[in-house]
Structure formats: structure tokens, C-alpha cells
């Protein structure tokens, strides 16, 4: 397992940073390594200004990243509902990382969901 550095990296875009510095503190869980938060086991790569783009060293933690990342959310004021606040998705080389966009629907049973736009 690769230390932590706690510096963000200067090629970052600021959105990149404000996005990084929100996430990489979030608690993951490792099965036999306690303990854990995304900026231990991911380094945040600019390759798209729109999206953080993640190089992991250990494969397994990239469930844990999208649990932490579900954790991630806030509640809409008017309709309580819990809006996610960070999408993910996995490519063949990268977690690629970028803030939720989407809208409220209201259910057949009055609650509102969130639903994100694709990516």
C-alpha cells in the first residue's frame, strides 16, 4: 500500500482541487486494512477538466471508492431527497470522478428521487 502524499497535485484544475480535497478524506472500507481514505490508495490525474480522473494501486479498493463516494450527498431542502453529490465511473485504466448532475422525479408514492444523467 502506497503512502498518502498530503499535497494536491499543482496540475490540477481548481474544480479538480475543490473535487480532490472533498473526496480524498472520505473513510473506505478494505477488507483487513482499517483505516482507510481514497488518498491513500488513489492519485487524482488531470487528463479532462470536466472530471477528476484516479490512478489506484490496489484494484479492490475501487468498490469502496464508489461506497464512499454514495456516502457523498446532500438532502434537497423542499423535497428531502438525497442528491448524490459525485458520480463514478471505471475506464480500462482510470476511476474517472465528477460532480452529479441531474433532476428530481417524483414517485408514484409521492417521494422524490434523484436521477442522475448518464454519464
Same mark, same amino acid.
Given at each position: 500500500m502506497k503512502v498518502r502524499n498530503e499535497e494536491?497535485?499543482?496540475? @490540477?484544475?481548481?474544480?479538480?482541487?475543490?473535487?480532490?480535497n472533498e473526496i480524498k478524506d472520505?473513510?473506505?472500507? @478494505?477488507?483487513g486494512l482499517p483505516d482507510k481514505k481514497i488518498g491513500d490508495i488513489a492519485k487524482p490525474i488531470n487528463l479532462r477538466p470536466t472530471q477528476l480522473n484516479l490512478r489506484v494501486s490496489a484494484p479492490a479498493g475501487i468498490v469502496a471508492i464508489e461506497e464512499a463516494l454514495q456516502k457523498c450527498c446532500s438532502i434537497d431542502g423542499d423535497t428531502r431527497a438525497k442528491i448524490t453529490k459525485y458520480m463514478m465511473?471505471?475506464?480500462?485504466v482510470f476511476v474517472l470522478v465528477k460532480p452529479s448532475e441531474g433532476a428530481l422525479q417524483k414517485t408514484a408514492s409521492g417521494k422524490y428521487i434523484f436521477v442522475p444523467d448518464e454519464w
Open positions: 494536491t497535485p499543482s496540475n @490540477l484544475t481548481e474544480n479538480q482541487k475543490i473535487w480532490w472520505l473513510g473506505i472500507e @478494505l477488507y465511473k471505471v475506464d480500462a
